[in-house]
């Protein structure tokens, strides 16, 4: 307990620039790209998530020795679900504005790989206090990153800052970069550049999209060059230790490794988890 | 009729999921390295989607007809996970050469915004039965058409040669940019035949 104390700090600031959920791990692209239009609801969408992410780390910490191994990807996200729709709630009846503006985005904060990778990657092994810390830290990266990436496209799009005219007419916005086109490249612009910034490139198996890559790809991924990289004869896949998280800052958090040979592909073997601690 | 043709178009094109509502976005940068995998995955999604919209239909009237609709969020999304478990299970059972194809793609589906994102928006948009299940068709049969289609571009970029910083997820993003904009080039075109 003394050692993970004195951890607090790093965790709550690890979220910014090196963890950056949305920059370095690529973690919820969805709501990234879909939110960063305006600056005002970039914010709202930053801190509904972070208000999500908070009490469902706190809550899936405080119960990590409760909930089984076996169903804990559904406890994990009836949880979730649960407080999306709590906020969801709280939103509707106090700043109706971001409700109207976040749509459908604000219910589908439950299936952003953040909430769930951190709940699964990082909660369930750690005290409720550094989970907490976790939870802030990465939120509040994530709402730095979706509020640079907004403040970009708002400004140079629509001639704007969160609604307040800028330029007075003298300058013609870029309007293509409030469109969906402008969201994939100035989100591949940011990357680039914080790949700049730190001076190596960000991990290719992240978050949701590493999860996917296990499905098929995650070969091509690692080896770019190797031309007929079978999916199902991936020799990875098929040993438990495909799942193994080699610490906790690997954003390889994702739950759902598929695993083609066991019945409920949801729930990669327990043992893995153990060996995780190990 | 017009008005389902209407959907069903505005869902792939205008609308598409992946390219304009940004629903799906894991996948899509995740498994179109080659086109097999993509239509793989794209499949399981339509399958997914149609399925999904048909049981969460008459779960939301029960929903609104109890006045319990702000459980949609939680109800949806436990019907989603407890369908694609289901579905996975009865092929594995009985169909396993459908099981073998899709199977490695169905875990991966339950929390793919996608498939969340056109239940909600069918209820949004307070479809009705057919209307839902032609928007979600279309919204899968959409995401296929963007997969594939990235899929055969992420395949010529391998070739070429990009600058370091680029490498990897963002020039990936910047490439989906541009496919993104030829998708942009339908608009008004759905309301223009249909409307």
């Given at each position: 307990?003394?050692?993970?104390?004195?951890?607090?700090?790093?965790?709550?600031?690890?979220?910014?620039?090196?963890?950056?959920?949305?920059?370095?791990?690529?973690?919820?692209?969805?709501?990234?790209?879909?939110?960063?239009?305006?600056?005002?609801?970039?914010?709202?969408?930053?801190?509904?998530?972070?208000i999500?992410?908070?009490?469902?780390?706190?809550?899936?910490?405080?119960?990590?020795?409760?909930?089984?191994?076996k169903?804990?990807?559904?406890?994990?996200?009836t949880i979730?679900a649960?407080?999306?729709?709590?906020?969801?709630?709280?939103?509707?009846?106090?700043?109706?504005?971001?409700?109207?503006?976040?749509?459908?985005?604000?219910?589908?904060?439950?299936?952003?790989?953040?909430?769930?990778?951190?709940?699964?990657?990082?909660?369930?092994?750690h005290s409720?206090?550094?989970?907490?810390?976790?939870?802030?830290g990465?939120?509040?990266?994530?709402?730095?990153?979706?509020?640079?990436?907004?403040?970009?496209?708002?400004?140079?799009?629509?001639?704007?800052?969160?609604?307040?005219?800028?330029?007075?007419?003298?300058?013609?916005?870029?309007?293509?970069?409030?469109?969906?086109?402008?969201?994939?490249?100035?989100?591949?612009?940011?990357?680039?550049l914080?790949?700049?910034?730190?001076g190596?490139?960000?991990?290719?198996?992240?978050?949701?999209?590493?999860?996917?890559?296990?499905?098929?790809?995650?070969?091509?991924?690692?080896?770019?060059?190797?031309?007929?990289?079978?999916?199902?004869?991936?020799?990875?896949?098929?040993?438990?230790?495909?799942?193994?998280?080699?610490?906790?800052?690997?954003?390889?958090?994702?739950?759902?490794?598929?695993?083609?040979?066991?019945?409920?592909?949801?729930?990669?073997?327990?043992?893995?988890?153990?060996?995780?601690?190990? | 009729?017009?008005?389902?043709?209407?959907?069903?178009?505005?869902?792939?094109?205008?609308?598409?999921?992946?390219?304009?509502?940004?629903?799906?976005?894991?996948?899509?940068l995740?498994?179109?390295?080659?086109?097999?995998?993509?239509?793989?995955?794209?499949?399981?999604?339509?399958?997914?989607?149609?399925?999904?919209?048909?049981?969460?239909?008459?779960?939301?009237?029960?929903?609104?007809?109890?006045?319990?609709?702000?459980?949609?969020?939680?109800?949806?999304i436990?019907?989603?996970?407890?369908?694609?478990?289901?579905?996975e299970?009865?092929?594995?059972?009985?169909?396993?050469?459908?099981?073998?194809?899709?199977?490695?793609?169905?875990?991966?589906?339950t929390?793919?915004?996608?498939?969340?994102?056109?239940?909600?928006?069918?209820?949004?948009?307070?479809?009705?039965?057919?209307?839902?299940?032609?928007?979600?068709?279309g919204?899968?049969?959409?995401?296929?058409?963007?997969?594939?289609?990235?899929?055969?571009?992420?395949?010529?970029?391998?070739?070429?040669?990009?600058?370091?910083?680029?490498?990897?997820?963002?020039?990936?993003?910047?490439?989906?940019?541009?496919?993104s904009?030829?998708?942009?080039?339908?608009?008004?075109?759905?309301?223009?035949?249909?409307?």
């Amino acid at each position: 307990m003394k050692k993970e104390k004195e951890k607090l700090l790093p965790e709550l600031t690890k979220g910014f620039l090196k963890e950056n959920p949305t920059l370095r791990l690529v973690l919820g692209t969805c709501p990234t790209l879909a939110i960063s239009t305006s600056v005002s609801a970039a914010l709202g969408m930053g801190v509904s998530a972070t208000i999500v992410l908070l009490f469902s780390n706190v809550v899936i910490s405080a119960l990590r020795r409760v909930i089984p191994d076996k169903v804990r990807i559904p406890a994990y996200i009836t949880i979730i679900a649960g407080l999306v729709t709590l906020v969801q709630m709280l939103v509707k009846a106090y700043v109706p504005a971001i409700d109207k503006s976040l749509g459908i985005y604000l219910p589908l904060i439950t299936v952003n790989c953040i909430i769930l990778g951190r709940a699964d990657g990082y909660a369930n092994r750690h005290s409720v206090a550094a989970s907490a810390f976790d939870a802030i830290g990465m939120g509040c990266g994530f709402t730095a990153a979706l509020f640079l990436m907004a403040a970009v496209r708002e400004v140079l799009g629509a001639g704007a800052f969160a609604g307040i005219p800028l330029f007075g007419g003298r300058m013609t916005p870029i309007a293509i970069l409030i469109l969906p086109p402008g969201g994939f490249f100035v989100y591949g612009c940011m990357i680039a550049l914080a790949n700049k910034l730190q001076g190596r490139p960000a991990k290719k198996q992240t978050g949701c999209e590493a999860c996917n890559a296990n499905s098929g790809d995650r070969n091509q991924e690692a080896e770019p060059r190797t031309p007929n990289a079978c999916p199902n004869s991936n020799p990875d896949r098929s040993s438990p230790n495909a799942y193994l998280l080699p610490s906790d800052r690997s954003p390889n958090s994702c739950p759902l490794s598929p695993n083609p040979s066991s019945a409920s592909c949801l729930l990669p073997p327990a043992s893995s988890e153990r060996g995780c601690e190990a | 009729m017009k008005e389902w043709i209407s959907i069903f178009f505005a869902a792939i094109l205008t609308g598409n999921f992946v390219l304009a509502k940004f629903l799906g976005i894991c996948p899509f940068l995740g498994v179109s390295k080659k086109v097999n995998t993509a239509v793989g995955m794209s499949v399981a999604v339509i399958f997914v989607m149609a399925l999904a919209t048909a049981v969460t239909y008459p779960v939301n009237v029960l929903l609104e007809r109890r006045d319990m609709a702000y459980l949609q969020t939680i109800v949806f999304i436990l019907v989603i996970a407890a369908l694609v478990q289901f579905v996975e299970t009865v092929l594995k059972r009985f169909l396993k050469p459908l099981y073998q194809a899709l199977g490695i793609y169905l875990p991966l589906i339950t929390t793919n915004c996608a498939v969340l994102g056109v239940v909600l928006l069918n209820v949004q948009n307070r479809y009705g039965f057919v209307s839902s299940m032609v928007n979600s068709i279309g919204a899968g049969v959409g995401f296929l058409l963007a997969m594939v289609i990235f899929a055969g571009v992420r395949d010529r970029m391998e070739q070429s040669s990009i600058p370091k910083a680029f490498n990897g997820l963002p020039a990936t993003l910047v490439a989906a940019s541009i496919v993104s904009l030829s998708f942009l080039g339908f608009g008004g075109v759905i309301e223009k035949i249909f409307g």
